[in-house]
């Protein structure tokens, strides 16, 4: 079992940055990979980022790259999405989630709110 709770929303203008934060407990840190997705209102949820087991590797969909960074902090058992040059279409509720076989997401957060005004 692994408890994740994510913080770190909130309301920032267009082209403004936020961190989020997903702290994590339960299960060994080092043995699961670790996701944020996002669901836009009135969308289906997306996948935003992921990073390995090991913070060796990190994945991005198309839309946040060069914007989106995520990562971990093994002494924290937490994992980051820092968010710059935020745009109004990345308003969305942010998950995060673990996963101890790739790609399968079996623990989630309950959410936190990201709303970019313009």
């Known amino acids: 079992q692994v408890h994740l709770v994510e913080s770190g929303g909130g309301l920032v203008q267009a082209g403004g940055s936020l961190r989020l934060s997903c702290v994590t407990s339960?299960?060994?840190?080092?043995?699961?990979?670790v996701g944020w997705f996002r669901q836009p209102p009135g969308k289906e949820r997306e996948f935003v980022a992921a990073?390995?087991?090991?913070?060796?590797?990190?994945s991005n969909a198309d839309s946040v790259k060069g914007r989106f960074t995520i990562s971990r902090d093994f002494a924290e058992n937490t994992v980051y999405l820092q968010m710059n040059s935020l745009r109004p279409e990345d308003t969305a509720v942010y998950y995060c989630?673990?996963?101890?076989?790739?790609?399968?997401?079996?623990?989630w957060g309950q959410g936190t709110q990201v709303t970019v005004s313009s």
């Open positions: 989630a673990a996963a101890f076989r790739s790609g399968h997401y079996d623990y």
């Open positions: 339960g299960r060994t840190f080092s043995s699961y990979d």
């Open positions: 990073i390995n087991y090991n913070g060796g590797r990190t």
